[in-house]
């Protein structure tokens, strides 16, 4: 039994310090505490060469329960997955399913043009594509009239 505690002592000194030295990175539920929300879906954001695309994985949800806001290179999406049992539960055996209401802020590498965003929910997923803004060609001359 030594080494099981001493084993445990370790790990709780290296935890100890990955919290003081990294704060809120060290413990990524933390994170979820911090953003006043109780659970965070997963999220991934991917880009070509006309768009963001971000895939969010929000099972056991209605569309009407998500909102979806971008402002420029701000995305944030928000909602609330309820628990899909009603009957009086007197004991609890197992709780994985995060349920309750999220919020997920992502900051976009660049600005997207608002007006084109769109999103649709299939199959647990929320894809979310949101166009390029167009870029500049750099300097033109233009020639001035009277």
């Known amino acids: 039994m030594k080494f099981d505690e001493d084993l445990e002592r370790d790990f709780e000194r290296m935890h100890k310090h990955m919290r003081d030295r990294w704060g809120a990175l060290a413990c990524p539920?933390?994170?979820?505490?911090?953003?006043?929300?109780?659970?965070?879906p997963?999220?991934?954001?991917?880009?070509?060469?006309?768009e963001f695309i971000v895939?969010?994985?929000?099972?056991g949800m209605r569309p009407q329960d998500?909102?979806?806001?971008?402002d420029r290179d701000v995305l944030r999406i928000a909602g609330n997955r309820c628990?899909?049992?009603?009957?009086?539960?007197?004991r609890v055996h197992q709780m994985e399913i995060d349920f309750g209401p999220f919020s997920h802020i992502v900051a976009l590498p660049e600005q997207v043009d608002s007006d084109g965003a769109s999103s649709t929910y299939r199959d647990g997923f929320?894809?979310?594509r949101l166009p390029k803004r167009a870029k500049a060609s750099g300097p033109?001359?233009?020639?001035?009239?009277e």
């Not at 933390?30 to 659970?39: C, D, I, N, Q």
């Not at 998500?66 to 971008?70: K, P």
């Open 126 to 128: 929320l894809t979310i």
């Open 42 to 50: 997963s999220l991934d954001l991917y880009e070509t060469e006309e």
């Open 83 to 90: 628990r899909p049992l009603s009957q009086a539960i007197t």
């Open 55 to 59: 895939l969010v994985d929000v099972p």
């Open 66 to 70: 998500v909102e979806v806001i971008v």
């Open 29 to 40: 539920r933390g994170a979820v505490v911090l953003s006043h929300s109780s659970w965070r």
């Open 140 to 145: 033109i001359s233009i020639t001035v009239t």
